[in-house]
T-cell receptor, first 114, second 118 residues
Framework: NAGVTQTPKFQVLKTGQSMTLQCAQD?????MSWYRQDPGMGLRLIHY???????DQGEVPNGYNVSRSTTEDFPLRLLSAAPSQTSVYFCASSFTATSNTEAFFGQGTRLTVV | KNQVEQSPQSLIILEGKNCTLQ??????????LRWYKQDTGRGPVSLTIMTFSENTKSNGRYTATLDADTKQSSLHITASQLSDSASYICVVSARAMGYGGSQGNLIFGKGTKLSVKP
């Protein structure tokens, strides 16, 4: 019962560095997404994917790239880290994009950019 | 603008007591409303999902209500336990065309931080 697995749990980056946050799900869900959670704000959608090979931008996509080569994996790439990207990042998956079913979240990656 | 407002921001109650958390929304067109529990340092976990036609849904000691006419929802916790200490997030899904669908149109509230004291 792994569900949604995110790695790493914690990361410190220097400004300008790049990195990839990993996300994998083992529930054969079509829909996957990335959110960021900042103090005093609700979760905000960064990018999402409705299936392998299909991705699209969410509310706050700037500075991030995604790809979906398999149903299971949905990595999030930070191209050139900035202090404004300090946040907690959550990956989520659900059965389909249009289903009224719950979204399953990973445990989060706490990223600090210095 | 689609918004979800939760109240109170934080709440402290004694173990064994009941409490009710509120959620007001201005999301249209409405698809469903969800309540999530988020423990400190963890991801949100779903408690309930309600569609337009449902006005009450229970999950153990958690009972959610939905009034689609007034666009209000509440989450009632009965006989609170120390493990109920968490943030509770109200999420409203907007029905949408296109790739994102309803899952790509989740509007999150800021959450209510509940502390249950012994």
């Amino acid at each position: 019962n792994a569900g949604v697995t995110q790695t790493p749990k914690f990361q410190v980056l220097k400004t300008g560095q790049s990195m990839t946050l990993q996300c994998a799900q083992d529930m054969n869900h079509e829909y996957m997404s990335w959110y960021r959670q900042d103090p005093g704000m609700g979760l905000r959608l960064i990018h999402y994917s409705v299936g392998a090979g299909i991705t699209d931008q969410g509310e706050v996509p700037n500075g991030y790239n995604v790809s979906r080569s398999t149903t299971e994996d949905f990595p999030l790439r930070l191209l050139s880290a900035a202090p404004s990207q300090t946040s907690v990042y959550f990956c989520a998956s659900s059965f389909t994009a249009t289903s009224n079913t719950e979204a399953f979240f990973g445990q989060g990656t706490r990223l600090t950019v210095v | 603008k689609n918004q979800v407002e939760q109240s109170p921001q934080s709440l402290i109650i004694l173990e064994g007591k009941n409490c009710t958390l509120q959620c007001n929304y201005t999301v249209s067109p409405f698809s469903n409303l969800r309540w999530y529990k988020q423990d400190t340092g963890r991801g949100p976990v779903s408690l309930t999902i309600m569609t337009f036609s449902e006005n009450t849904k229970s999950n153990g000691r958690y009972t959610a209500t939905l009034d689609a006419d007034t666009k209000q929802s509440s989450l009632h916790i009965t006989a609170s336990q120390l493990s109920d200490s968490a943030s509770y997030i109200c999420v409203v899904s907007a029905r949408a065309m296109g790739y994102g669908g309803s899952q790509g149109n989740l509007i999150f509230g800021k959450g209510t931080k509940l502390s249950v004291k012994p």
